[in-house]
């Protein structure tokens, strides 16, 4: 079994702050998924990260994935109350492509 | 833009009774999902479809339990005998196919209460 953990579990931030969530696993993954859900709705892709080392930027929103592709970082510029919501990382198994385990999740409250 | 649709948004069951939980992936998707969502907790895979066959199960997924793609558009899951603790969001995925990076989109769910 693949666990990811996020942290921090929540969080809790002025607008404006600059902000970084971690997906960690001792498990390495083909490629890790970032989505952030909303109460009541399904999760929405953000981005999705294949490469060790990766580094994607998505508006304010920039990923990264580690170089052994075990980890995962979101990091936030200048958040916004826009950018509330739960964030959760999903890693792809190496082994079978189509089974993908998520993180608990960290919970991004932005204050105006 | 495309989008994987579910139904219905809500169902309200006795317990011991069967529900079917509907989805329509996006068209020209090949590999369907199926993840359960408790209240608080974290999403759960429960299984993955592929060319009419399971191609990937948890240990949540069991007997009780049963997936169909009846016709080209629907993918159904079905609960036996729910229970109590069936109670949950269930969502439907779907992503393009083979190789890729398996990006899954996810419908709105459908939230199951079990009484």
């Known amino acids: 079994t693949q666990l990811l953990e996020q942290s921090p579990q929540f969080l809790s931030i002025q607008e404006g702050e600059n902000l970084t969530v971690y997906c960690n696993s001792s498990?390495?993954?083909?490629?890790l998924q970032w989505y952030r859900q909303e109460p009541g709705e399904g999760p929405v892709l953000l981005v999705t990260?294949?490469?060790?080392?990766e580094v994607k930027k998505l508006k304010r929103l920039t990923f990264q994935f580690g170089d052994a592709r075990k980890d995962s970082s979101l990091h936030i510029t200048a958040a916004q109350p826009g950018d509330t919501g739960l964030y959760l990382c999903?890693?792809?198994?190496?082994?079978?492509?189509?089974?993908?385990?998520f993180g608990a999740g960290t919970r991004l409250t932005v204050k105006p | 833009e495309p989008e994987v649709t579910q139904t219905p948004s809500h169902q309200v069951t006795q317990m011991g009774q069967e529900v079917i939980l509907r989805c329509v992936p996006i068209?020209?998707?090949?590999?369907f999902y199926w993840y359960r969502q408790i209240l608080g907790q974290k999403v759960e895979f429960l299984v993955s479809?592929?060319?009419?066959?399971?191609?990937?199960k948890s240990e949540i997924f069991d007997d009780q339990f049963s997936v169909e793609r009846p016709d080209g558009s629907n993918f159904t899951l079905k609960i036996r005998s729910t229970k109590l603790e069936d109670s949950a969001m269930y969502f439907c995925?779907?992503?393009?196919?083979?190789?890729?990076?398996?990006?899954?989109?996810f419908g709105p769910g459908t939230r199951l209460t079990v009484l």
């Open positions: 995925a779907s992503s393009e196919g083979m190789g890729g990076h398996n990006e899954q989109f």
């Open positions: 498990s390495v993954f083909s490629s």
């Open positions: 990260v294949v490469t060790g080392g």
């Open positions: 999903a890693g792809a198994s190496l082994y079978n492509n189509n089974d993908m385990r």
């Open positions: 068209s020209n998707h090949l590999y």
């Open positions: 479809f592929y060319n009419n066959e399971i191609s990937e």
